[in-house]
């Protein structure tokens, strides 16, 4: 049986933060984390268009727990954007751990966006900061390139392939998320609430074989 889905060139995968830091042996591993690294680059290769984010901090960033006296990693703290999980500190710049999965491969891809660069705003979407204001420029060159559905896949589900997925359907594209070449981290129930927020909002749920 051939392909399920046609691929068009209006099409764009958009491969989120699989990053060292988050598959195991990382800082903030998400479990499974490097199991998405084979089902994303059989897809890629079949997309005219790739797009790469990259979670890049300074090392004095707002997200990080120990940043923050009396902070353990996981909880809460209020900013002026809202409610901010405290993680580990990953993904610093220039550090092994920022660098993307060894096994990934980056041949097909066009663009990369580097994200949470600023030391007080984190960003988990691909397209805004979490302010839900400040963009990053995958917006315009989606718009300038014409390209008409996100397919979504990488780390962590729960939180920059969810944001990234909601941004670009509140912003008018057609959306899919690949829900097994994705990982989810899983506080409080996030990967449930992260299902029901895409069923609401009209994002697609599919699986890597449909484009086997
Ligand atoms: C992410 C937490 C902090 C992600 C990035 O890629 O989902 N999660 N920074
Ligand atoms: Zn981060």
Redesign the pocket.
């Known amino acids: 049986m051939g392909p399920v889905m046609k691929i068009s060139d209006r099409d764009v995968l958009l491969v ?2 699989v990053q060292n830091d ?1 598959c195991s042996g990382g800082a ?1 591993a998400v479990p499974g984390g490097e199991k998405v690294v084979p089902a994303i680059n059989r897809i890629a290769k079949k997309f005219a268009n790739v797009v790469l984010t990259q ?1 890049w901090h300074p090392r004095d960033h707002v ?1 990080f727990a120990p940043n923050h006296a009396g902070k353990q990693p996981f909880q809460t703290i209020e900013l002026d954007y809202g409610t901010q999980v405290l ?1 580990p500190a ?1 993904c610093v710049q220039g550090t092994p751990g920022a660098e993307f999965h060894g096994d990934l491969d980056l041949t097909g891809a066009s663009m990369v966006v580097r994200k ?1 660069f600023r030391r007080g705003i984190d960003s ?1 979407s691909a397209l805004f900061e979490n302010d839900h204001r400040t963009p990053t420029g995958l917006l315009g060159y989606l718009r300038e390139r014409e390209l008409k559905t996100v397919f979504v896949a990488g ?2 589900l729960d ?2 392939v969810r944001f990234s997925a909601e941004d670009a359907r509140k912003a008018g594209f057609e959306v899919a998320v690949i829900e097994d070449a994705c990982r989810g981290i899983d506080l409080d129930g996030s990967v449930a609430a992260t299902h029901r927020s895409f069923e609401e909002r009209g994002i697609s749920v599919i699986s890597f074989e449909a484009f086997l």
């Open positions: 989120i933060d988050f903030l979670d997200s993680w990953h949470g988990y780390l962590a939180f920059c």
